[in-house]
T-cell receptor, first 113, second 112 residues
Framework: GQQLNQSPQSMFIQEGEDVSMNCTSS?????WLWYKQDPGEGPVLLIA?????ELTSNGRLTAQFGITRKDSFLNISASIPSDVGIYFC?????????????FGKGTHLIIQP | DAGVIQSPRHEVTEMGQEVTLRCKPI?????LFWYRQTMMRGLELLIY????????DSGMPEDRFSAKMPNASFSTLKIQPSEPRDSAVYFC??????????FGSGTRLTVV
């Protein structure tokens, strides 16, 4: 099946630092998504990307859909304590409606005081 | 909007018992997905439905797992008989369009 390689696996940063994580795939996707999961909860959608080359921002978050359709990155600027959590990339290849997402293994973001 | 509602939140059962997980999708969403999350394998798609019809169940681990969606507002995932390796967090998600997935809070299943 499709595989998503997400890196880094974990990040230990200081509050206020910028964060960057990325995902690569062996196959193309026509939708890339970034989710955040807090302990004991389900993943929550942060940003959705639908077009190769698309660059989208949501507050301090910026994500891009790679030109090859096989990669995406997520940047978080000026990190704050509530950014702590697990971030997942996800891709979908669909001819029309929702067909199910393939997820990366996640990036654990830990902010040191 | 109450979001995707899953029950129970936690389930502890003995090996060999039947387990039923329940999901109520967001009203109006026409796709429903069941995922399983473990430390080793991450988030895996088990099965999904479009308009209450199962489309792809290739992710279901084995015949002990079954899922139904009798109507647009309810789905179940059943494990019979359950085994310790089934211990995981099971998520239900619903969607109206590509990429617009909303996840429930999950059911943490422990099989002892």
């Amino acid at each position: 099946g499709q595989q998503l390689n997400q890196s880094p696996q974990s990040m230990f940063i200081q509050e206020g630092e910028d964060v960057s994580m990325n995902c690569t795939s062996s196959s193309i996707f026509n939708t890339w998504l970034w989710y955040k999961q807090d302990p004991g909860e389900g993943p929550v959608l942060l940003i959705a990307l639908y077009k190769a080359g698309e660059l989208t921002s949501n507050g301090r978050l910026t994500a891009q859909f790679g030109i090859t359709r096989k990669d995406s990155f997520l940047n978080i600027s000026a990190s704050i304590p509530s950014d702590v959590g697990i971030y997942f990339c996800a891709g979908e290849y669909s001819g029309g409606g929702a067909d199910g997402l393939t997820f990366g293994k996640g990036t654990h973001l830990i902010i040191q005081p | 909007d109450a979001g995707v509602i899953q029950s129970p939140r936690h389930e502890v059962t003995e090996m060999g018992q039947e387990v039923t997980l329940r999901c109520k999708p967001i009203s109006g969403h026409n796709s429903l997905f069941w995922y399983r999350q473990t430390m080793m394998r991450g988030l895996e798609l088990l099965i999904y439905f479009n308009n209450n019809v199962p489309i792809d169940d290739s992710g279901m681990p084995e015949d002990r797992f079954s899922a139904k969606m009798p109507n647009a507002s309810f789905s179940t995932l059943k494990i019979q008989p359950s085994e310790p390796r089934d211990s995981a967090v099971y998520f239900c998600a619903s969607s109206l369009w590509q990429g617009g997935y909303t996840f429930g809070s999950g059911t943490r299943l422990t099989v002892v």
